[in-house]
């Protein structure tokens, strides 16, 4: 069965920076393109930024080169940097392939306020 496990979120002042790390117990996990998405309250899941099997990285209009994504294929794990974090971004943050193919996992809770 697929776990896709999500760590890092907190609360952090704006201007602030978080690593966001995602576990996915899958197999040929380097075969896949992998994604972190976003959830804010009241709104539809939307996804933050995209790192294929190759490590093209593409991202979010809104993300304006504030996040980067990386990947550890032996770790079988994604990671997301982020930094000069805005209120806008409090979200639940999780990770998946793209397109989403996998279960959701619990997701991590990221808070951005003064």
């Known amino acids: 069965q697929v776990q896709l496990v999500e760590s890092g979120g907190g609360l952090v002042e704006p201007g602030g920076s978080l690593r966001l790390s995602c576990v996915a117990s899958v197999n040929f996990f380097g075969t896949y393109a992998m994604g972190w998405y976003r959830q804010a309250p009241g709104n539809q899941r939307e996804l933050v930024a995209t790192?294929?099997?190759?490590?093209?990285?593409n991202y979010g209009d809104f993300v304006k080169g504030r996040f980067t994504i990386s990947r550890d294929n032996a770790k079988k794990t994604v990671y997301l940097q982020m930094s000069s974090l805005e209120p806008e971004d409090t979200a639940v943050y999780y990770c998946?392939?793209?397109?989403?193919?996998?279960?959701w996992g619990q997701g991590t809770q990221v808070r951005v306020s003064s």
């Open positions: 998946n392939r793209v397109p989403r193919y996998y279960t």
């Open positions: 790192i294929t099997q190759t490590e093209s990285k």
